[in-house]
C-alpha cells in the first residue's frame, strides 16, 4: 500500500508540475474527485488507522466480550478473573495431585492462568500495533532524500505523508489506550468502590 501511495503521489506531482493552472475558477471549484498530494495523504493516514483498529479489535472485543459477561452476571470483571484464576489453580492442584507418579505435564500454576489481565495485554497489543506500523513510517521518512532537484518536491510529500501517518496513528493509539484504561476503573471491585465511596 506504501507504494501505491508513493506511486500515487509522484504521479499527482508530476501532473502539477507538467500541466499548468488553466485558470483559477478552476482551481477554486476543487472537484472532490480529483487526486491532489493531500488527498493522497489523508487516504493514506486513514488507511492507516483502520490497519491499526484492525490488528487491535480482537483484544479489544475481548475485553469487551468480558464486560459484558461481568454485566449479565451483575459483577465485577475482577470478580469473573478471580472466580476463574481460582478454578484453574484447584484443576491444576487436583491434576498434580493425580499425576504423583507421572513425570509432570510441564505446566506450573502460573502458565495454566489466562486472562489475568485482559486490560493490559489489551493495550499492550494497541501500543505494541501502533508501533510495528510506525516504525516502517518513521524507517521511509527518514531514508527519503532528493536524488535529482526534481525529486525535492516529492521527497517532502512523502515525507508529509509517513508524518502525518504517523501522527494519526499515535492519536488513534492513545485513544484506544485511554478507552480500555477507563473500563479498568470501573471492572475492578477495589477501584470501583473507593471511587463509589469518595464521590
Known amino acids: ?14 501532473h502539477a508540475s507538467l500541466v499548468p493552472l488553466e485558470n483559477e475558477q478552476k ?15 489523508e487516504a493514506y493516514s486513514q488507511y492507516q488507522r ?15 466480550e468480558l464486560r459484558r459477561v461481568a454485566s449479565s452476571q451483575n459483577c465485577f470483571l475482577s470478580d469473573l478473573l478471580d472466580a476463574e484464576r481460582k478454578r484453574q489453580h484447584l484443576q491444576v492442584s487436583l491434576d498434580e495431585d493425580g499425576d504423583d507418579h507421572e513425570d509432570g505435564n510441564g505446566m506450573d500454576g502460573t ?17 505494541g500495533e501502533a508501533s510495528s506500523l510506525i516504525q516502517p513510517l518513521a524507517a521511509w521518512r527518514d531514508a527519503l532524500s532528493p536524488q ?4 525535492n518536491g516529492i521527497c517532502i ?3 508529509q505523508l509517513c508524518q502525518e501517518s504517523m ?29 463509589h465511596n469518595s464521590a
Do not use: Y
Request: with cysteine.
Open 1 to 14: 500500500m506504501a507504494r501505491l501511495a508513493e506511486l500515487a503521489a509522484r504521479v499527482s506531482h508530476i
Open 27 to 41: 482551481d477554486e471549484e476543487e472537484d472532490e474527485d480529483t487526486i491532489t498530494p493531500s488527498t493522497i495523504i
Open 50 to 64: 483502520r490497519c491499526l483498529r484492525t490488528r487491535s479489535k480482537p483484544a479489544i472485543s475481548s475485553v469487551a
Open 111 to 127: 502458565t495454566a492462568i489466562s486472562r489475568g489481565q485482559p486490560h493490559a495485554e489489551a493495550i499492550t497489543v494497541v501500543l
Open 148 to 151: 535529482s532537484e526534481n525529486d
Open 157 to 159: 510529500q512523502l515525507q
Open 167 to 195: 501522527e494519526i496513528l499515535n492519536k488513534e493509539a492513545q485513544t484506544l489506550a485511554a478507552t480500555v484504561g477507563s473500563w479498568f476503573g470501573t471492572d475492578q471491585r477495589g477501584v470501583a468502590t473507593l471511587d
